[in-house]
């Protein structure tokens, strides 16, 4: 099967050649491999020519170009909170290449960094102007194709986002396991977000937990209830990884290790 790659001067009219045979590329890092692989799901390869990689402060946000690399992240002050997550995806030279855009798109076990910013309610930024929340947005990545060409985190302290990688293989392996929370509150839970990687098709919101963890002591009792039912509502799956029944099994002790560590 042939294969095109077709360059555009702008993310405008990149975006307006992605269709259901077509891609846009990013970094590559996950695009080349499956054409590596000989995927027959597209034969077009869209390039645009103008890249938005900058990350600045707007308003109580964070402003992430799609193009963004991990290494970009990790270079900047402002989107210093996500260090933790940029530092642990891949090795470097896939840091240096992939995009946080190609990371909203990546399937289980990838994904970290699309974890990150579930949990931290952040918004994507379409190529046609429209903004849709990150959990939407993941509900309906792999229906409709469209081109993202950023996306806003809310500005967070240090001690109210926590982030865990669990692998196998370290400090290189995909996660077996990704948690992120956003705790809002001092000394009592005000408010929770959790979202898990590769516990579902798509990073997933522990719900049943978050609400759990409201007006909640951040102790082992006030947490107790949130562990129990912290894999209500996610989809695990078995891969060569581990079995859906330990991920299962392990969720509550991750969670509870990452809610409980001291800052
Ligand atoms: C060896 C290795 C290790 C890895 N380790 C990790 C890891 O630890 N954690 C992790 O989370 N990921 C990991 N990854 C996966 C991957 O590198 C990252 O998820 C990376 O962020 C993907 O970005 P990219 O720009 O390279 O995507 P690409 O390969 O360019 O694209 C991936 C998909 O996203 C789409 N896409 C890309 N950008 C956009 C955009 N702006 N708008 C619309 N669609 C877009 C493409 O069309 C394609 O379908 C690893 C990959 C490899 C090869």
Known sequence: MSLSVETYPTLREASQAIGDRARYIGGGTLLMR??????QSFDRIVISREIDRTIRNEG???RIGAGATMADVLASRDAGFLHPVA???GG???R????????LFAAAP???F???LLALDATVQMADGQNQPMESFLSGRDRARGLVVAVTVPRVSEREFRFAKISRVKPKGASM?????WLRGSGRIDEARIAFGTMGPTPLRAKAAEQALRGRDLTEPGIAAALAVCCDGLQPADDPLATAWYRRAVAPVHLKRLLLETR
């Open 34 to 39: 499956a054409v590596n692989y000989g995927d």
């Open 114 to 116: 699309a974890t990150a």
């Open 177 to 181: 396991m990704a948690i992120a929370l």
């Open 110 to 112: 990838f994904g970290d």
């Open 92 to 94: 470097p030279a896939v």
């Open 60 to 62: 109580q946000g964070v």
């Open 96 to 103: 240096n290449m992939g995009t946080v855009g190609g990371n």
């Open 87 to 89: 530092r642990v995806i």
